[in-house]
Each structure stands twice: as C-alpha cells, then as structure tokens.
C-alpha cells in the first residue's frame, strides 16, 4: 500500500498555504503564484542552492534560506520579498555583472536573458562594485556551439542538465571562489570532447549568452527550454 | 512672467555618440523641451568650453582618456543634477571592453601588427588613454542612472521632463542594460 501523502501547512508572505512534505519552499511559491527570483534552478534539474537569489526569511531562523533547497515544514512562516531581500538580491545581481565581462549591448542573447531581465525587474540601474574585467577565453572549437566564459554566472545548469538529463556529464566545474571556471570533459576543448552528444540542451538551459549556437549575431539567440519538463516526465521524475 | 529656463547640458565622452542620436529621436518633444529648458552645452550647439551653473547634465560615454577624466570633474563641479545616459556612463560597456588586455599590448596590436604604415602611436595632440576605461560613477558622483544603449527616446524624454519638474526618476522600469 502506498503511503499516504502528508500535507504540510504554512504561510508565504501571510497567505495560507499547503503543501505536500518533501516540497521546498520554491515550488509551494510558485504554485500559489509567488515568484521568487532564481538564476540556478530549473525545474526538470536538481537544486543545487548555488545562486543566492532565492534566499527568503523564515520566521525563526537566525540566518537567510534558499528557497529553492528548503523543505516545508509545518506552521513555517515564510518572507520571499522584503527590503532587506531585495537589497541583498540587487546586491547578488551587481556582484554577478562585476564579476566577469557582461556586455549586453553585443550580448548574442541581449533583450532574451535572465540576468539582464532579472536586473531590470529588481531595480538594478548601475553597478556599485568596481568591474574586475578578467580575461576569460571563448570556446569555439565545437561545430555547433560555443562557450563564452565572460558571460558565464557558474549556475552550472549546464553542468546539471548534461549529466541528470542528457547522461553524457561533459560539464563540470574547476577551481575554487573567483578562479571557478565551467570545463568540458578533462579540461579540454569542446569540440574535442569524445561524450559530447552536440544535444544542445546545455545551450538551452543557459540563463545568459554563455553557452550560445554559432551563427546568431546580436539579441538573436533565444533559450527553448520546452524539453526539459517533458524529459523529466519520461526519465519518470528522478533525477 | 515667464519661469527661468533651466540650465542643460549633454556631453560626449568615450561613446559612439548613439545615445546623442536617440535624444534627437524625441523629434516634435525636443520642442517642447526647447521650450523649458536651455541647452548652453552639447555637440548640437557651438559653445567652447564647459559653462558654470547648469542644472542638469547629460553624460553619454564612458571615462577613458586623461581629457575625460578632467571634463567629467569640471561637469560635476559645475553641475547640479549629473545624469549618466547611455550604458557606457553607467556601465563603460563596448569602451571597457579592451579592459582586460594591458594598454601597451592595444597600442602595439593597432599601430604595429595592424597597421601598414607601422607609425608609432601619436603622442601629440590628442588626449593619452587611460590605463582603464571606468563608467563616470566610479570617479564623480552621479545622481540619476539611464542605461540603455542606447536608451529610448521615451526614457531620454522622460527623465528630462521628471528632472524639469523637480522630480528625481525612477528609471529602472524605463529602460536596462542592453536596452
């Protein structure tokens, strides 16, 4: 006999919700029409917790939780958009465009991204934080696609997607804090990686214009990502 | 009695002078601001040199020679309300882009490799580049950010008119990064 679903109930931004236990806060927000920002998580792919946007109050708790890996638990009383969330989220998004070369104006996917909508929803009119400039390379040695690492957030749903959904794991990340950098297979060119199944789906779960199809100039590149819940559903929902 | 006219400037620092083609996209509204406002600095009019009192300054460009550096600290000094128009003020967007190669390496690929006369980079009369290129906000305080590149006419228009009467904008629904 199959087990019983337990129904937890609690409150997001005061309204009364419930919830089946084993959901996390980010997807009972989502069912009763509560956006809470995200660049890392996807439905269809496992949360990692890696981009910080999601981070909401819980009453109770002495630190900030992300939504998207905290389960529900009963009488929980969740706060998804305070001024003080706000601030840390513009705070995240000005970190991000600081951190590497994001130049939306000759962005291949300038008007069609997550950051830059994201940036524009919040309220983001300019960076506080000094730009760092790095010099990060681009890779064009596949026949397809292209990587360009300027543009890269490290949401690592490439990563993600190739190994959950795909099977084929060429993505994975080296190095540590600021010196993280996406890599495909052993460290090599992408065109040159033997597992590479050139499926593309890493192109459409990319939420910038770092993973790109060749060929699109300027704002021409748009993410499909109808795939993704329909491969899920056929792999039966696991993960 | 008619109201003082306030005091307007625009200037072109390191851009490509696209946000200073978007204002004229206000076709029949720069009228009306005509009206209000008087522009006593800007590529579109013949003044020589930066005037004392302006009211509301528009900066398209970003920071990258030592020439932008000493205008854009007269312009704050001689300005009550900076206003950084366009992604290379507020973000130093395609300027900053040779950002992360070293000045030395540019001036060699460019007069050197690139070239066919392999002249040695002018020193005379013109400006010497800054080491980096900086959005004006990292070197001067700005009070109101437009970004966009460039950024509509609607926006330009917008932020004017709000300026004009007294109001500080909200631009963040008007206009983004990239727009």
Redesign the interface.
């Known amino acids: 006999m199959r087990a019983p679903v337990r129904i937890k109930t609690l409150t997001i931004d005061g309204k009364e919700v419930s919830a089946k236990e084993g959901e996390t806060i980010w997807q009972v927000a989502r069912e009763n029409g509560i956006d809470i920002p995200t660049l890392c998580y996807l439905e269809g792919l496992s949360p990692v917790g890696a981009c910080r946007l999601c981070l909401v109050e819980v009453k109770g708790a002495n630190r900030l939780l992300p939504a998207c890996v905290t389960q529900v638990e009963e009488g929980m009383e969740v706060t998804t958009n305070s001024e003080r969330l706000v601030n840390y989220r513009r705070m995240i998004l000005e970190l991000l465009f600081s951190e590497r070369n994001h130049t939306c104006s000759v962005c291949v996917v300038n008007g069609h991204c997550e950051l830059q909508r994201l940036a524009q929803r919040l309220g983001v009119t300019h960076v506080r934080f000094p730009y760092r400039y790095p010099d990060l390379p681009v890779d064009a040695s596949h026949e397809r696609f292209a990587i360009d690492h300027n543009r890269c957030i490290l949401c690592t749903r490439c990563v993600r997607v190739c190994d959950e959904i795909e099977g084929a794991h060429v993505w994975d990340v080296m190095g540590r804090g600021i010196k993280s950098q996406i890599i495909a297979d052993l460290n090599q060119p992408w065109g040159t990686s033997d597992v590479c199944t050139s499926c593309g789906k890493c192109v459409h779960v990319c939420p910038t214009g770092a993973i790109f199809e060749k060929g699109k100039a300027v704002a021409e590149m748009e993410k499909r990502r109808q795939f993704l819940p329909y491969l899920t559903i056929m792999r039966g929902g696991k993960q | 009695m008619s109201q003082r006219k306030m005091r307007l400037a625009t200037v072109w620092l390191d851009g490509c002078s696209g946000c200073h083609m978007s204002f004229l996209d206000m076709d029949e509204r720069l009228i009306e601001l005509a009206e209000k406002v008087e522009l006593v600095y800007s590529p579109f009019v013949d003044a020589k040199d930066f005037p004392q009192d302006v009211d509301i300054t528009l900066v398209e460009g970003s920071v990258s020679t030592e020439e932008d550096l000493h205008k854009i600290r007269l312009i704050r000094d001689r300005t009550k309300i900076l206003v950084?128009f366009g992604?290379c003020a507020?973000?130093?967007?395609?300027p900053?882009?040779r950002?992360?190669?070293r000045l030395k390496d540019i001036m060699e690929r460019v007069y050197s490799q690139n070239s066919t006369h392999k002249n040695d980079p002018p020193v005379d009369g013109i400006p010497a580049l800054l080491p980096?290129v900086r959005?004006i906000?990292?070197i001067v305080k700005?009070d109101v950010?437009?970004?966009g590149?460039p950024p509509k006419a609607e926006a330009i228009y917008f932020v004017l008119k709000e300026l004009i009467e007294g109001r500080i904008p909200?631009?963040?629904?008007l206009s983004?990064?990239?727009a």
């Open positions: 950084a992604d507020v973000t130093g967007n395609v900053a882009m950002n992360r190669f980096k959005p906000h990292e700005v950010f437009l970004p590149c909200d631009t963040s629904q983004r990064f990239g």
